[in-house]
């Protein structure tokens, strides 16, 4: 038992670690808050959205793979079932008779006469009879007159739309009304093919008639009560495996094993022209026994299975049937697990997440736990269908995730308290900020936000393109130099135009403006200074070359400009902090600087931007998808140098790019022809023809 000092101990864990979440900023509580939502949503709906109807993205396929694991490794092996007989017609059969699919109905209507005197229990046939042949009338004569209870496969267009259509659904149902008062009744051949295999019963429609497996058992008295409104799982089994295959040879290290089908298979050709001599013998395999007639035919009606991610085989819907009703004669009904249980295990999976995180136990203590958690959550499953419960739908991987998901939120927001109250030098303000900003905050201090703020910026990105390789060709005194004079060029401009300097990385410039202090004309500061910042940089260029011609050929400055929500404040540690911006309009921002390379410019701004500044010298050059993001962009390129009757076509082309695309490409080709050397025109003449279905081009 722990004495009264490690439960001290472990109280003063978490209480200090639940005092650092509560220590955190309000953004930061709230996004943690809705982390652990999050969290809790993967752990009960991993499968599927609520609803039932929808995967859930993700996290689908793997949950689908793990279950299949599961079912593979759980199933029973077992002998060949006697109590289950295939009657099949394959290829070589159709061939011999002379017959493409379907089967011809005197061939069929024969070979169940013979069937009916050799004493099965039931017969199901897996056939639909939804056009009309010659024969009809016999196999209609034929079937009436059976003493063996058969069920005779139906479908519908509710329920097996890809199988039928309403004109073969109507000749069916005739085809099923000339057997009432018979021993053939309809059943239902419908599977089950959610998420592209057959792993569970097909759900009970309310008007069609039963499964084909249930309602050969009720016909033959057999075990339905327990799977009354069952539609779990089917459970498959696995076929041992037989010795030696016959005539193979062997040696010390390998064997020739072959896999025993599951179930008897006989040929319909066998019931054909049948010799009494044989009948004898053909109906000991029959007597007593389930009997399913339907097709074996390589490339049609295969179903994948649980198994097949497995073994790779795809057997005929036939033996699925055929599993089914072994099933139901084995009895082995999986019980599902009770929703609130799935609920209880979702909430237990966030507690236990949390409760590790605000523990902020050492890596050589956390690590034990985590394999242990890990493996608790990967194993409850594998235990549960190993005990013959139905795992179907239990969100394995779903824990997982889940757990991973709150663990870090909660661990991030105890950590991020330590950010918040941090001083910062008011002295240096003034070589980031605009100088009527830095003496504004200097006076009010509290206009910058410790804790972070959620304000409205202008992003600007900046990059010098080739500079890093250019920097290995030259001395590092000469390097230092050359960026000191490249960026002070820069920050000028930035400063010039009210913008705050967020930082350098490398070559790189990243500003902003809108924050700490908004101004109404931060958009035309922003506006201006993204297209003085590439001047600058040609500026940079030609002055490095009257230096030293020999110095190796600087690129052009890529300029991007973005406009969107930011949290801006003070971040860092307790010996450094900066002032900067955090969020996705920084992202998009980069990703627009990055972009001019594919787009062959040097300037581009998202509609976002430039709607909030309307420069008449800004033209829209089309719609992209950003590496790395799904939703499309509208951009923008500083364009003065086009005349203004040039600039008012491709706002045009732009307008007509979705209504009339091809004057919108007749438009920006005229544009283009009009400056042949204009590289980012011909670019926009290859994009506007290469759109995906949303109407973007798609960076590659």
Not at 76 to 92: C, G, M, S, T
Not at 545 to 574: C, Q, Y
Not at 576 to 605: C, F, H, P, W
Request: aromatic share 8%.
């Amino acid at each position: 038992m722990p004495d009264e000092s490690t439960k001290r101990k472990k109280g003063s864990l978490l209480a200090r670690g639940w005092r650092s979440v509560r220590e955190a900023g309000k953004i930061q509580l709230a996004a943690t808050c809705f982390m652990l939502l999050l969290a809790l949503f993967i752990a009960r709906f991993s499968w599927v959205l609520p609803g039932g109807g929808e995967p859930t993205p993700l996290t689908n396929d793997a949950e689908r793979a793990l279950y299949d694991t599961r079912a593979y490794l759980a199933a029973d092996l077992v002998e060949q079932d006697d109590r289950i007989v295939l009657v099949v017609y394959d290829d070589q059969a159709l061939i011999n008779l002379e017959q493409r699919s379907p089967l011809p109905r005197d061939a069929l209507a024969e070979a169940l006469a013979n069937l009916d005197q050799m004493g099965a229990k039931a017969i199901g046939i897996d056939i639909l009879f939804d056009q009309p042949q010659s024969d009809d009338a016999l196999l209609i004569e034929t079937l009436r007159n059976m003493q063996t209870p058969t069920a005779v496969g139906y479908a519908n267009v509710a329920t097996n739309a890809s199988d039928i259509v309403y004109e073969q659904q109507v000749f069916l149902e005739e085809f099923m009304a000339q057997l009432e008062g018979s021993n053939a009744r309809p059943a239902s051949i419908r599977l089950d093919n959610t998420f592209g295999a057959t792993r569970i019963w097909p759900t009970i429609e309310p008007g069609l008639p039963p499964l084909l497996g249930r309602a050969m058992l009720e016909d033959a008295g057999g075990p339905v009560e327990p799977f009354e409104g069952y539609e779990g799982s089917i459970e498959y089994r696995r076929a041992l495996r037989a010795g030696l295959e016959e005539g193979a040879e062997t040696d010390n290290t390998e064997q020739a094993n072959i896999e025993e089908p599951l179930f008897q298979s006989l040929s319909i050709e066998l019931f054909l022209d049948l010799d009494p001599a044989v009948a004898e013998f053909v109906a000991q395999e029959i007597a007593g026994k389930y009997v399913l007639i339907g097709g074996d035919i390589v490339d049609y009606d295969r179903v994948e299975t649980s198994f097949t991610s497995w073994t790779g085989f795809e057997p005929a819907g036939l033996s699925v049937h055929g599993e089914i009703i072994a099933q139901m004669l084995d009895g082995k009904v999986m019980p599902a697990i009770p929703v609130w249980m799935l609920w209880a295990m979702a909430v237990l999976v966030v507690a236990t997440a949390m409760l590790t995180a605000l523990l902020e136990w050492p890596a050589p203590k956390l690590v034990p736990l985590l394999l242990l958690l890990f493996a608790m959550f990967v194993g409850i499953p594998f235990v549960l269908h190993f005990q013959g419960i139905d795992t179907y739908g239990l969100p394995a991987v779903g824990w997982l995730v889940a757990w991973i998901i709150a663990f870090t939120a909660v661990t991030a927001a105890a950590r991020s308290a330590g950010a918040a109250q941090r001083s910062f030098a008011q002295g240096a303000l003034g070589k980031y900020i605009p100088r009527d900003i830095a003496q504004q905050i200097i006076d009010n201090p509290d206009l910058l936000s410790l804790g972070g703020e959620k304000r409205e910026i202008f992003v600007l990105f900046s990059d010098l393109e080739g500079f890093t390789k250019m920097s290995h060709a030259i001395e590092p005194e000469m390097v230092a130099k050359l960026l000191n004079r490249y960026l002070e060029m820069l920050s000028q401009v930035v400063l010039d135009n009210g913008g705050v300097i967020d930082k350098f990385v490398g070559d790189a410039v990243v500003a902003f403006w809108g924050a700490p202090i908004s101004r109404p004309d931060d958009a035309e500061r922003a506006t201006k200074a993204g297209y003085e910042m590439w001047q600058a940089g040609e500026d940079f260029r030609n002055e490095v070359a009257a230096m030293d011609p020999d110095l190796p050929k600087i690129g052009k400055t890529r300029v991007g400009l973005h406009f969107g929500e930011a949290v801006i404040g003070n971040f860092g540690g307790d010996t450094r902090i900066q002032y900067t911006a955090l969020g996705d309009s920084m992202n998009t921002a980069a990703r627009l600087e990055a972009a001019n390379k594919a787009l062959d410019s040097s300037v581009t701004a998202s509609r976002e931007f430039i709607e909030k500044s309307s420069p008449d010298w800004w033209v829209p050059m089309g719609r992209i998808v950003l590496r790395g993001r799904a939703q499309p962009v509208d951009i923008y390129q500083p364009r003065p140098d086009l005349p203004p009757g040039h600039r008012a076509k491709l706002v045009e082309a732009a307008q007509l790019s979705e209504s009339n695309h091809d004057v919108a490409i007749q438009l920006i080709d005229a544009v283009a022809a009009m400056h042949p050397d204009d590289q980012a025109l011909r670019n926009y003449g290859s994009r506007i023809r290469n759109l995906n279905d949303g109407g973007a081009y798609v960076l590659g």
